[in-house]
């Protein structure tokens, strides 16, 4: 079993849709979880972090984790063509970052 | 630019050749983190260093890969003898070693092996 498990998608929706991506982890001493959206043939660019249970927001993008029941969520609003990317989440395990495969997000106009 | 370089871009090698990646961190930053990523699949960890000194190796990392840091600035990873399971991005990332220690990530450089 992978620490972090994403489902790869495609997830495909409308432009101004509300998307919900999600992962799973399996390692309880996971602290702080992270956001990286990754455009084709780019490196991974930092989104969002958040340490604690609860929401954190930013703009249209908001984090969620919940501990309890090892589950975390990103929800974009309004979502635009722009933001059609592949989104990893992330965790550091040890000085690494232990990532999730990723969900190919497409958004059409 | 004050982010992640890395160099080259994109590089295409034939099976049995040694190549070498750079890359130049941030400059502030005291640590510096290779990893790898194939086709559908999130980065795998590599290595890291904490200045100069490599502080942790994968069993991903294959007596095949180096990597070095000298001075503390930038880093470059080598392959020797490319195999075809070598082809995929090569991702560098640094951070400071305080805080939450986010890690920021270069372009990444793609390596074909032929």
């Known amino acids: 079993q992978k620490e972090v498990e994403q489902d790869p998608g495609p997830l495909s929706v409308p432009e101004g849709a509300i998307v919900s991506l999600n992962c799973t982890y399996s390692?309880?001493?996971?602290?702080?979880f992270m956001w990286y959206r990754q455009y084709s043939r780019k490196g991974p660019e930092l989104l969002m972090y958040?340490?604690?249970?609860g929401n954190k927001e930013d703009g249209r993008f908001t984090a969620q984790v919940d501990k309890s029941s090892k589950y975390i969520s990103l929800f974009i609003r309004d979502s635009q063509p722009s933001d059609s990317a592949t989104y990893l989440c992330?965790?550091?395990?040890?000085?690494?970052?232990?990532f999730g495969t990723g969900t190919r997000l497409l958004v059409s106009p | 630019d004050t982010g992640v370089s890395q160099n080259p871009r994109h590089k295409i090698t034939k099976r049995g050749q040694n190549v070498t990646f750079r890359c130049d961190p941030i400059?502030?930053?005291?640590?510096l983190y290779w990893y790898r990523q194939t086709l559908g699949q999130g980065p795998e960890f590599l290595t890291y260093?904490?200045?100069?000194?490599?502080?942790?190796k994968s069993r991903l990392l294959s007596d095949r890969f180096s990597a070095e840091r000298p001075k503390g600035s930038f880093s470059t990873l080598e392959i020797q003898r490319t195999e075809q399971g070598d082809s995929a991005m090569y991702l560098c990332?640094?951070?400071?070693?305080?805080?939450?220690?986010?890690?920021?990530f270069g372009a990444g450089t793609r390596l074909s092996v032929l």
């Open positions: 400059s502030e930053h005291n640590r």
């Open positions: 990332a640094s951070s400071l070693a305080a805080g939450e220690g986010i890690q920021y």
């Open positions: 958040t340490y604690s249970s």
């Open positions: 260093f904490q200045n100069e000194a490599q502080l942790e």
């Open positions: 390692n309880s001493a996971f602290q702080y």
């Open positions: 992330a965790s550091p395990g040890f000085q690494k970052l232990v």
